[in-house]
């Protein structure tokens, strides 16, 4: 089995050997960039699995970068955790709206780092894996084809990132039932993910925009959480 490819985008040398260095250890391939240009290069000449993003970069921030990536048809698929500094949190909240994954914030401990990424990944194969037998959801004007990650309002396919997808595909695969945030968390991520409610609140408002009138059919339950119309 080939081994996954990771890119770290950082400009701190220090935190690019260290994370380097644990990723090697784990068993990743591992390419550095350190800063957000030489990272669109290293994406358009090697195949990159997951993506390690600091978002403090010279030039290109990595909200841009994030950005960039998920606009572009041939990288959007491919996951971005990033690694924040404390007190970044509308950065990190942008950073969420424009499609990243996950977020680690610094200081960080190596082995959480790799469970993360490793969940990460497995997420990812695990949908793919999961596609000849995947359940299709028709509801309303949607239609969510859990093994293909593809949603479409009518005729019109829409591109959300994986986690809006889960959240989408949750929701929708149970009509009229309430979950809390905190139930959409441990769906969407798994029981040790450190996430905020508030960042959930991001997602499901990104969900919406996205879906156009069909993200009305998601409604707020004020103090508990969301639920799909029925």
Not at 20 to 31: D, P
Not at 150 to 158: H, T
């Amino acid at each position: 089995m080939a081994k996954e490819q990771i890119l770290i985008v950082e400009d701190d040398e220090d935190i690019q050997q260290l994370v380097s260095f644990n990723l090697i250890k784990s068993g990743f391939h591992v390419l550095c960039a350190g800063n957000g240009e030489q990272g669109i290069r290293r994406l358009e000449s090697e195949k990159i699995d997951c993506i390690l993003l600091d978002l403090m970069l010279p030039g290109m921030n990595g909200i841009e970068f994030c950005r960039k990536v998920k606009n572009t048809p041939e990288y959007s698929s491919i996951p971005i955790i990033m690694l924040t500094a404390k007190g970044e949190e509308e950065d990190i909240i942008s950073g969420l709206e424009h499609g990243a994954d996950d977020y680690i914030p610094k200081p960080f401990s190596p082995k959480v780092l790799i469970a993360r990424l490793k969940a990460l990944l497995r997420r990812k194969g695990d949908s793919g894996e999961a596609e000849e037998n995947a359940e299709t959801i028709k509801i309303h004007e949607l239609t969510i084809d859990s093994g293909r990650h593809e949603v479409q309002v009518g005729d019109v396919e829409i591109k959300l990132t994986m986690t809006e997808f889960s959240i989408l595909a949750l929701l929708a695969g149970r009509p009229g039932w309430v979950f809390s945030r905190q139930q959409i968390i441990d769906a969407v991520r798994g029981y040790d993910y450190m996430v905020t409610p508030r960042a959930i609140d991001v997602q499901v408002f990104g969900l919406r925009k996205k879906l156009g009138t069909a993200g009305e059919y998601i409604e707020t339950v004020r103090g508990i959480g969301y639920r799909f119309s029925d």
